[in-house]
Nanobody, 118 residues
Framework: QVQLQESGPGLVKPSQTLSLTCTVSGGSITTNYYYWSWIRQPPGKGLEWIGYITYSGSTYYSPSLKSRTSISRDTSKNHFTLQLSSVTPEDTAVYYC??????????WGQGTQVTVSS
């Protein structure tokens, strides 16, 4: 059973870059056909998919966030990282990482609250 755990600062100042890491255990992020996603949920709103990185290292981002988003990975540490630049208070949300296989979400992290405030 794959397990995921998000980590990173809970408070980010406006205009700065938000950086979160998702550490995966119980499986490798290079396992064929697995995709590794970032999703967020702003307060009082629904889930918003941010982007993913594939088992081979390819990335794809939500068009609405693409200009500010970068997802990378460190295979030696079996983790992948989200960077979201030029944040505003509208980026305040609970951020989740999750696994995807065959088009379906599988395991999720517990989520981490990120607040953008000066």
């Amino acid at each position: 059973q794959v397990q995921l755990q998000e980590s990173g600062p809970g408070l980010v100042k406006p205009s700065q870059t938000l950086s979160l890491t998702c550490t995966v255990s119980g499986g490798s992020i290079t396992t064929n056909y697995y995709y590794w996603s970032w999703i967020r949920q702003p307060p009082g709103k629904g889930l918003e998919w941010i982007g993913y990185i594939t088992y081979s290292g390819s990335t794809y981002y939500s068009p609405s966030l693409k200009s500010r988003t970068s997802i990378s990975r460190d295979t030696s540490k079996n983790h992948f990282t989200l960077q979201l630049s030029s944040v505003t208070p509208e980026d305040t949300a609970v951020y989740y990482c999750a696994s995807n296989w065959a088009g379906a979400f599988g395991s999720w992290g517990q989520g981490t609250q990120v607040t953008v405030s000066s």
